[in-house]
């Protein structure tokens, strides 16, 4: 098999390469043929003028199907009609792999398939360069996200997905069968990285994977989901939490802004870098911008998604904001663990152009107090026994987040689906692939 030299975008003027990838179109001219290979670096253009190739290549042209796997050596040639400037003129062409004629889908993007199609395919709609770039922005997301924690003396950790209960709520579980008994598949790490601010760890986080058993089919929910988690020790308020979050945010969009400027022309999206502190908005004050705007919120509610967009467009409108904290809500909206001012929770979300991205605040460190939050709650204090013991012996207080990476995605692409920017989406409907 030829070796490959280089991907396509890193040809230079006068050079032999071997190029790898995958017919994304053929044309023929009558005296010169082309192809357009495609592989991770884009799109190449392979001329075989009929007096400047071998009679066996120029033949060897028509015979290749859409969307097959070749190799290509040549020479690289200036050219102002290829569309990086530089054609390859073939010497020799490999056939690695045949596809067969009908394709699923259309990697060129000639031809529009809905998204049930586009996923059903999933392994060719990555073909399409626009999609690939969603993915390879993702990766930067995650070098960032990486990058800026460890700076911050954060502890990349890993616990169990396998949970004896559930975090986050008694509804939205997936029951599994555990051997004799009954066990959950893991919600988020909320417990487990709490138990670790009672090891001295201090600063930790997770790249998590959440598995949530969501019954509606919103284009904002999966089954499974990605996050990044942190948890932080000898925090005074949540307000130190918030400040790692706004800064770990705004690196995050530095960076894909620095690292993935072609990626984003692409996809015609601009990314607002953001200046830091982010504007915080109390949720009395939420409430109230939406009872103005007509919204038939009350106090003590949750914000539903309908309104949590609509607030999103005032906030926008009003201080110019993508992205801005929710602070001060009611307790009973919040989980079990959360710490609070009386009725009030020190947690807080955070919201970008509308859509909450993540939530998170300060924690109950007292025993007692979190065994009644518990009872309160309806939960069965004795199915936290595992969660409750490194409470007893010297816990200190404590924060932290989890940043979903799909809504994150999602809301700085402007996709309409947070599926788009997942590599295998799993909801209620799909399982497959
Ligand atoms: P929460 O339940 O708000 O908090 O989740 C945190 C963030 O994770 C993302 N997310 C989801 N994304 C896609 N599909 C889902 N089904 C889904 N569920 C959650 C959202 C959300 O803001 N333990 C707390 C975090 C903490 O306090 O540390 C938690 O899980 O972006």
New binding site residues.
């Given amino acids: 098999m030829l070796k490959r030299t280089c991907y396509s975008n890193n040809l230079k003027d006068g050079e032999e390469v071997v190029l790898a990838g995958w017919v994304h179109e053929r044309r023929d001219l009558g005296g010169i043929k082309f192809i357009l290979l495609r592989d991770r670096g884009g799109i190449a253009q392979i001329t075989a003028p009929k007096k400047k190739v071998s009679e066996e290549i120029f033949k060897l042209m028509d015979s290749l199907g859409r969307e097959w796997v070749i190799a290509v050596k040549g020479n690289t040639k200036a050219s102002l009609q290829a569309p990086s400037g530089l054609e390859v003129i073939p010497s020799e062409i490999e056939i690695i792999s045949m596809a067969e004629p009908s394709l699923p889908l259309d990697p060129s993007e000639k031809v529009d398939a809905d998204i049930d199609t586009r996923l059903d395919n999933r392994f060719m709609d990555i073909r399409k360069p626009r999609v690939t770039a969603i993915f390879k922005i993702r990766s930067e997301i995650l070098r960032a996200a990486r990058e800026y924690l460890l700076s911050q003396a954060f502890v990349e950790i890993q616990t169990p997905k396998i949970s004896a209960s559930g975090?986050?709520g008694g509804t939205e579980l997936f029951p599994l069968s555990y051997f004799e008994r009954e066990a959950f598949l893991a919600?988020?790490p909320?417990l487990y990285k709490q138990t670790m601010m009672a090891t001295g760890m201090d600063r930790v986080f997770e790249m998590a994977h959440?598995f949530?058993a969501?019954e509606s089919n919103t284009r904002?929910?999966?089954?499974e989901?990605d996050?990044v988690?942190i948890e932080m020790s000898f925090i005074e308020s949540e307000d130190d939490v918030i400040y790692i979050l706004e800064n770990l945010v705004s690196h995050i969009l530095k960076c894909v802004n620095d690292n993935k400027k072609n990626e984003l022309a692409l996809l015609g999206v601009e990314v607002n870098t953001p200046s830091t502190p982010f504007r915080r908005v109390k949720y009395e004050e939420a409430i109230s911008l939406l009872q103005e705007s007509g919204f038939n919120v009350h106090h003590g509610e949750d914000l539903g998604t309908e309104s949590e967009k609509a607030l999103g467009n005032i906030v926008k409108e009003k201080y110019g904001d993508d992205l801005y904290f929710l602070t001060k809500y009611p307790l009973s909206t919040k989980?079990f663990y959360t710490n609070f001012d009386g009725e009030t929770a020190r947690a807080f979300?955070l919201d970008y152009k509308g859509v909450?991205?993540?939530?998170?605040?300060q924690r109950i460190h007292n025993v007692e107090i979190l065994k009644t939050r518990i009872k309160e709650k309806g939960l069965p204090v004795s199915s936290f026994e595992a969660y409750l013991k490194p409470f007893r012996y010297g816990m200190p207080p404590h924060g932290?987040?989890?940043?979903?990476i799909?809504?994150l995605i999602m809301q700085m692409l402007n996709l309409e689906n947070?599926r788009e920017g997942v590599l295998f989406p799993h909801d209620r409907r799909r399982l497959e692939p």
């Avoid at 932290?400 to 979903?404: D, E, K, S, T």
């Fill in positions: 975090t986050e919600q988020s909320q959440y949530r969501e904002r929910h999966l089954s989901s996050a988690d989980p979300d909450e991205i993540s939530s998170g605040g932290g987040f989890g940043l979903g799909d809504r947070i």
